[in-house]
């Protein structure tokens, strides 16, 4: 053994050069022969192939080269893992080229090959033909087919250019771009589409063929290669679609109206594994009656299949809402719900109402004349963003879906003591825009109305827990049914909390908050998802309720036809609440508000089947269709001028296609989140409504456990200025009575709408 050892101390010697691989150290390079190695521990000499044959070597592995007989156990294993390990690489790398739409990678020719280890892996550095005279050029000894003079730059960050690519001058790539961006102007493309995960890998399928590629027709684009576009989204989505079997879906439905004034009902299907784009219907000159709408309705659960949706989501359109009627009637296993963002945005909304609550809807009309004030001039925009504000804006409406009231508020209450400095500042006084009519208006509102920002504080008070609910809610990144119905619960007291538990202060917005959730709201698969979910019914805070029980019961009934089936379910629940069987186990208990609540079940829930899969197909829900309507700008831009003439199957080909590749790519980037659960504690409120852009994928961890905390709160333990201090003077934060005094005789029922 000692010779061996010594043998490896001389071995660097004689190493090829880069040999960080840890397999060099067990050989060494046979002097006078090119690319050949000798094995330290039986003395074999391998001719050809590199750190790769001799990893193969070394562990046992079956292949070109002999097993080595004398290695020990350990050095054995560990070139194994490395083999292993390699492979796994290969195949990784392989699936993302697949996923963000490059196709099969492209070989390399011996001119683009990096060179490194593997620089030992072959003794021809030119074609090599087989014994049957056909020409297959060999890079390093491995195959590369018909296509070897084609190479692809490597453009992946970080990585090492081409030999080719390197050796280009910056005439030619100025060149190059100037090309792409004088096409891109003349077709008028929008500058994010730069943006596009298949933007570089199009320029690498071109660079590899080389010059004289001549790129798809016009009749191409949109006949065959569409098409084939459609076909593959399609495969893609049929991994998706065998989910459903297990986890139940939800199939959402919204209406709309595009430029050419055409009313189009988009279908969406949610389930935990990803949301897809179903189809859109064109119902022009079709009457949006309920029974018009009920055949729609129809035809499109019959091609997803009753088995497998669990609910039927629209907004409150009162035809929307009999025709989702008409549907749970008939099917009666799959239930009709409203869409939870538009019921909990129609709360905040009419908190707002000026007929009921003036004071607030005043202060919301006097934030908006300031905003629009500061950006409808860009003098007065450029000093706030140059000099106070960092180059953080006040709001971006266009970004903002809902709860867009809440919005002004909070972005003036964050940038209080700024928007005062600058109307104090010397280039504000000396400017022509202090001296006018409106700047005065102004500067007076932001300097010396105190009353205004006691409104807008009042204003965040009352609606910030519903508006955290809403957040959660509108996303649909992991599945909110089995906490909505105890978020709105908490959030209501946390309402009263804020107000000092003063009746004649919260009262108006709690019987609000009542009235939308009693009459449109609530549905018994609310309460059955907070009784299955783990992490709120086990703990010690949450305070059971008849209707709980009471809706666990009904959707039993509903969803399970079977009897017998029905009975087993009811007596395996007892065994929940009580914690037998696994469910009683240390980690099941640890586990229940650390693990995603379907994760949870699946894990725990295999001593009782007939719970396990009820309890999932319910947990596995979304509380809101707002997936449709962010499908609305996918086909304004597909749909402009120059597209109004396209039928519509090929601009629902278009729209499918597009928006289930984004769809797509955000399925793959949420996944390593697929299993937490919920958490609110990180939560920025204004992130995804003042940013650039809103994404579709939302890294964010939303705990409804946290729900009561106060945005505020959090800020200044971040050390954040949110400015909300009432009264700079030392003023007490007591609720203002006159803000309370139009608030007592509210009559909740009025506010609501059968058609909202």
Same mark, same amino acid.
């Given at each position: ?39 330290? @521990? ?67 020719? @011996? ?28 890079? !390093? ?178 035809? @929307? ?211 299955? /979910? ?16 009471? !809706?666990? =019961? ?48 699946? =894990? ?39 597209? /109004? ?87 007490? /934060? ?23």
């Amino acid at each position: 053994m000692s010779s061996c050892q010594s043998n490896s101390a001389t071995s660097t010697a004689f190493a090829p050069a880069r040999s960080e691989d840890p397999a060099w150290s067990h050989a060494r390079v046979v002097p006078g022969a090119r690319n050949s190695t000798q094995c330290l @521990y039986c003395s074999k000499i391998i001719r050809g192939g590199g750190v790769t044959r001799l990893k193969y070597h070394l562990g046992g592995i079956s292949g070109d080269v002999e097993a080595c007989k004398k290695v020990p156990d350990d050095i054995k294993s560990q070139m194994k893992e490395l083999v292993n390990e390699m492979k796994k690489n290969k195949e990784k790398k392989r699936k993302l080229s697949l996923e963000i739409g490059c196709g099969s990678p492209v070989d390399l020719t @011996y001119d683009d090959v990096d060179v490194g280890d593997d620089e030992y892996e072959g003794g021809s550095q030119g074609p090599v033909h087989d014994s049957k005279g056909k020409g297959k050029e060999k890079v !390093g000894g491995k195959s590369t087919g018909p296509f070897s003079r084609f190479f692809a730059p490597r453009t992946s960050p970080g990585s090492q250019p081409s030999i080719k690519s390197a050796m280009c001058s910056k005439e030619m790539i100025d060149k190059a771009k100037m090309a792409i961006a004088n096409w891109w102007y003349d077709a008028n493309l929008p500058f994010n589409a730069s943006q596009s995960k298949f933007y570089q890998p199009a320029i690498d399928a071109i660079a590899a063929i080389g010059p004289g590629f001549k790129g798809p027709s016009l009749h191409e684009l949109r006949g065959n290669l569409l098409k084939n576009s459609v076909t593959e989204v399609q495969n893609y989505l049929l991994d998706i679609k065998t989910s459903w079997r297990d986890s139940g879906c939800s199939l959402m439905a919204d209406g709309w109206t595009n430029q050419r004034q055409q009313p189009i009902i988009n279908f969406l299907v949610y389930c935990p594994k990803g949301t897809i784009f179903l189809k859109s219907i064109d119902t022009s000159g079709l009457r949006k009656d309920a029974e018009t709408l009920f055949k729609i309705f129809d035809e499109v659960v019959q091609e997803v299949g009753v088995e497998n949706i669990v609910q039927f989501i629209t907004d409150n359109d009162a035809s @929307y809402k009999a025709a989702g009627k008409k549907l749970q009637q008939k099917y009666g296993s799959l239930f009709w719900s409203p869409c939870a963002a538009h019921c909990i945005d129609l709360m905040l909304e009419n908190f707002c109402d000026p007929r009921h609550f003036p004071i607030i809807d005043e202060t919301i009309k006097k934030a908006r004349k300031i905003t629009k004030f500061i950006y409808n001039h860009a003098w007065v925009l450029a000093l706030m963003r140059k000099d106070f504000t960092k180059g953080h804006d006040l709001c971006r409406p266009a970004v903002t879906r809902f709860a867009t009231n809440f919005l002004s508020i909070q972005c003036l209450l964050l940038f209080k003591k700024e928007l005062r400095q600058m109307f104090t500042c010397d280039k504000w006084i000396v400017s022509s825009y202090s001296k006018s009519n409106i700047g005065k208006e102004i500067a007076e509102i932001v300097l010396e109305d105190r009353e205004f920002w006691a409104q807008c504080q009042f204003i965040v008070t009352i609606s910030e827990p519903l508006v955290r609910v809403l957040r959660l809610v509108d996303g649909d990144e992991k599945p909110a049914m089995g906490y909505l119905y105890n978020a709105m619960e908490k959030a209501k007291e946390n309402i009263k909390a804020r107000l000092k538990n003063k009746v004649s202060a919260f009262m108006p917005f709690i019987r609000v908050i009542d009235a939308r959730w009693d009459k449109q709201l609530h549905s018994p698969l609310h309460a059955a998802g907070c009784l299955l /979910n783990p992490g709120i019914y086990f703990n010690p805070c949450f305070k059971s309720r008849n209707d709980v029980s009471r !809706g666990f =019961t009904t959707c039993v009934v509903k969803m399970e036809p079977d009897i017998d089936k029905q009975d087993e379910i009811i007596q395996q629940i007892d065994m929940y609440k009580n914690a037998n069987g696994d469910f009683g186990q240390p980690i099941a208990i640890r586990q229940r508000e650390k693990s995603n609540p379907v994760a949870w079940w699946s =894990t725990f829930g295999n001593e009782f089947p007939a719970l396990q899969t009820f309890a999932i197909r319910i947990l596995s829900q979304c509380c809101s269709a707002t997936g449709c309507e962010r499908n609305w700008s996918t086909f304004e831009f597909i749909h402009s001028k120059k597209r /109004n003439r396209l039928e519509h199957k090929r601009l629902n080909d278009l729209v499918f296609v597009r928006y289930n590749l984004k769809l797509r790519e955000r399925n793959i980037k949420r996944g390593r989140d697929a299993l937490d659960p919920i958490n609110l504690e990180n939560i920025d409120l204004m992130e995804e409504w003042v940013g650039e852009e809103s994404e579709l994928i939302d890294g964010e961890d939303l705990d409804w456990g946290s729900i009561e905390e106060p945005l505020a709160s959090q800020n200044l333990e971040e050390g954040v200025n949110v400015g909300l201090d009432i009264d700079d003077d030392g003023g007490d /934060n007591d609720i203002d009575e006159n803000i309370l005094s139009s608030f007592a005789n509210v009559d909740p029922f009025c506010l609501i709408d059968e058609n909202e």
